[in-house]
C-alpha cells in the first residue's frame, strides 16, 4: 500500500509564495504524481502532474506559469513551488498516486491519496 503525506501548507497573503511536499512511502519510480485541490463548495480540481520521469510536466490552466511541479525519486518526494498566490488558490491540496508512467490529470485516474493540507490565501 502506497501511503503519500502533503506538508507546506499554510496561510499566506496575496501574491505570497509556498512549496508544499509530497513523501511517498515507496520508491516514486513507477508511479506518477499529482497535485489536486478542493475549495469548499467545489469539485476537486487538478492543478498539477509529473510523470515518473519527471520529464513530463502538466498544469491545471488557472495555475500555469505559477506553480511548478518537480519530483526528487532519490528521497521519494515530489514538490509543488506555488507563487503569486490569490484568494481563488484556496483549498485543501491533495498528493495522488497513479500506477505507470504517466497518468491524465483527472481524479479518478490516481489510486492512492495523501490526507490533504491546507492552503489559505487570503490578507
Known amino acids: 500500500q502506497l501511503q503519500l503525506v502533503e506538508s507546506g501548507g499554510g496561510l499566506v497573503q496575496p501574491g505570497g509564495s509556498l512549496r508544499l511536499s509530497c513523501a511517498v512511502s515507496?520508491?516514486?519510480?513507477?508511479?506518477?504524481i499529482a497535485w489536486f485541490r478542493q475549495a469548499p463548495g467545489k469539485d476537486r480540481e487538478g492543478v498539477s502532474s509529473?510523470?515518473?520521469?519527471?520529464?513530463?510536466?502538466n498544469y491545471g490552466a488557472s495555475v500555469k506559469g505559477r506553480f511548478t511541479i518537480s519530483r526528487d525519486n532519490t528521497d521519494n518526494t515530489v514538490y509543488l513551488q506555488m507563487n503569486n498566490l490569490q484568494p481563488e488558490d484556496t483549498g485543501i491540496y491533495y498528493c495522488?498516486?497513479?500506477?505507470?508512467?504517466?497518468?491524465?490529470?483527472?481524479?479518478?485516474?490516481?489510486?492512492?491519496w495523501g490526507q490533504g493540507t491546507q492552503v489559505t490565501v487570503s490578507s
Open positions: 509529473i510523470d515518473k520521469s519527471g520529464s513530463s510536466l
Open positions: 515507496k520508491v516514486t519510480f513507477d508511479y506518477s
Open positions: 495522488a498516486a497513479a500506477r505507470g508512467r504517466w497518468a491524465p490529470l483527472i481524479a479518478p485516474s490516481y489510486t492512492f
